[in-house]
């Protein structure tokens, strides 16, 4: 029996040396390819990041694909978004990234496609069963190997349309899979970079410089140091399989990905209004009504990388975005999340701008926000927390369910919800005051705190 808690809704995650054994891992991978295969898939792509456990775990996958009967397109070392780009650039049959995104160095995982569509929920709860039950499909795939990194960064460019300014940009890497990407597009587009600018772009699985995820702000004080010193446009920075952007404006200040989807939604609603545009459940009040305010439809949407493409498929919606820095475009791309891709379009923006990035959003609404504040939850608990507080907050307030419990307090609202990548419940809130604010967050992590 296979741990049950490494598959999660819209992936599959472990620490590798524990819970993606060698066994584990060609099970999964035989289990996908007898899917692949019962929908009629022939061709697979295959792709995977650069933590020290990747190669052992693609070598085992990529035995097991094959095993089972798919042939494969091996795009080697490089980031989730390559992977998807290469499902669409090699009509593959559906994909596979090798990769533990922002979570520690030790963790990995697999995100899917069947298709050039999502694998999650009920794929993935298929996928455990048949693995389970070691009854999968047999052949002899054969492999073919390519190297699309120069490829996929130069259908980036060729989508983008800069202005006459070009920014001054600073990048950091963090050793993860976004770092020579975001460096290659930057040449392209003929912005210059030196040792100042282009910070921790090699790759190196050990994350030797800081943790790859930009939602954690002590993870950006290199890049602010940057912005900041530089006397720069922006900052950008990349967790470890580059479907994740942060932002640092030229004041030195995080823009969250709520506030940077309410910028890149105008652009979109400019050329396209009326379009759909989807947040999820962490987002500000303010990006909502400001899609609205910009004659776009806002649409709300649970939490996941899955998910949300399947929403935004299913409103015909053109752009999307999550707090953490996951941003969709299907608005010249493809429809998927990718760092890389969004830093050409924010790159974009400021290029026919003569406002700097601190200013453009200045007529927002100004609230009182936390970050994500993430509190440790065992995987077997956090979910029980949800349950207890939309039971007991619906007592008495409006919540939401679509994605944990976002309960409405007359001056702001706070959110509880599971993590489903690590064993944590995520905590959200958003107030017209700081003295409210510091309320609904001590409101809701008193009630974590003693729940259950």
Request: net charge negative; aromatic share 6%; proline share 4%.
């Amino acid at each position: 029996m296979l741990n049950p808690q490494i598959f999660r809704a819209y992936d599959i995650r472990g620490i590798a040396e524990r819970d993606l054994d060698d066994t584990t891992t060609d099970r999964i991978a035989r289990a996908y390819a007898t899917i692949v295969r019962n929908h009629g898939g022939t061709r697979v792509a295959l792709g995977r990041d650069c933590r020290l456990s990747s190669d052992r775990l693609h070598s085992v996958f990529l035995a097991g694909l094959t095993a089972a009967g798919l042939d494969v397109d091996d795009i080697g070392v490089g980031g989730s978004p390559q992977l998807y780009w290469a499902v669409h650039h090699l009509s593959s049959d559906g994909g596979v990234q090798i990769t533990g995104s922002h979570n520690p160095a030790d963790h990995n995982g697999f995100k899917m496609m069947l298709g050039q569509g999502s694998f999650h929920g009920e794929r993935i709860v298929e996928l455990a069963a048949l693995a389970n039950a070691g009854t999968f499909s047999s052949g002899a795939g054969q492999v073919t190997h390519h190297d699309l990194a120069a490829a996929y960064v130069s259908d980036i460019a060729s989508r983008l349309e800069l202005g006459p300014r070009l920014p001054k940009v600073a990048i950091d890497g963090g050793n993860g899979t976004g770092g020579p990407p975001a460096a290659a597009l930057l040449a392209l587009l003929g912005i210059p970079m030196s040792a100042q600018t282009a910070l921790f772009v090699p790759m190196d699985g050990r994350f030797p410089n800081h943790h790859p995820d930009p939602t954690v702000e002590e993870n950006l004080v290199d890049l602010r140091r940057a912005v900041l010193d530089g006397q720069l446009d922006v900052g950008i920075a990349y967790d470890g399989d580059a479907d994740r952007i942060g932002v640092i404006d030229d004041r030195g200040e995080v823009l969250w990905g709520d506030r940077l989807l309410i910028l890149l939604a105008r652009e979109v609603l400019a050329r396209h209004p009326g379009a759909a545009i989807v947040g999820e459940v962490k987002c500000s009040h303010t990006l909502f009504a400001d899609i609205a305010a910009h004659g776009g439809r806002p649409v709300m949407s649970a939490v996941g990388h899955s998910i949300i493409k399947d929403r935004m498929k299913a409103e015909g919606a053109l752009l999307a975005g999550e707090m953490s820095g996951h941003i969709f475009y299907k608005d010249r791309w493809y429809g998927f999340d990718d760092a890389v891709y969004v830093t050409g379009r924010l790159l974009e923006i400021l290029s026919h701008s003569d406002r700097p990035l601190s200013e453009l959003l200045a007529d927002v609404p100004v609230t009182h926000v936390t970050p994500e504040i993430r509190l440790e939850c065992d995987d077997a608990r956090k979910f029980g927390v949800v349950t207890l507080a939309i039971e007991h907050y619906g007592r008495n307030h409006p919540v939401v369910t679509i994605d944990g419990a976002r309960i409405a307090f007359e001056d702001g609202w706070g959110l509880i919800r599971a993590s489903n990548t690590q064993p944590v419940i995520v905590l959200r809130a958003e107030a017209d005051s700081a003295a409210a604010l510091l309320r609904i967050r001590n409101e809701l992590e008193g009630f974590v705190a003693h729940a259950g």
